[in-house]
């Protein structure tokens, strides 16, 4: 029989999500063979323990010409700890999605969240 154990040892850590757009500025779109290029070279290493990928659709007011975009995104979400080390790792991954597709901009949110994993337990 099974049951479901809290592990102890609960967290107090960093949630950030990255906002990927897709659109090319100049015409185009990132791709998904793109995409699954730029996340297994450079997201898979810079977050080896683990990170989560979403297909979202995004909208935000273009400044330059006064026009609210809508465009595929793919959402990013990384729960760790907070370190300068992290934040570096979050920096270069944005920047070398920026000089990769030409974007304009990645958006980053961070927040602390409280993290504890739920398992599977055996009972005898």
Do not use: H
């Given at each position: ?19 990927f ?67 570096k ?36």
């Amino acid at each position: 029989m099974m049951a479901v154990a809290l592990l102890a040892g609960c967290a107090t850590t960093q949630r950030t999500d990255l906002y990927f757009g897709r659109n090319i500025p100049g015409g185009g779109q990132v791709t998904e063979q793109q995409w699954k290029a730029f996340s297994d070279s450079i997201l898979t290493p810079a977050f080896s323990g683990g990170y989560t990928e979403t297909d979202a659709q995004g909208k935000w007011l273009d400044p330059g010409i006064g026009k609210t975009i809508t465009e595929d995104t793919k959402v990013v979400t990384v729960i760790g700890k907070r370190s300068a080390k992290r934040n570096k790792q979050l920096n270069r991954v944005t920047e070398a999605y920026i000089n990769r597709f030409n974007q304009q901009a990645v958006l980053r949110v961070d927040g602390k969240v409280r993290q504890w994993f739920i398992m599977k337990k055996a009972i005898n």
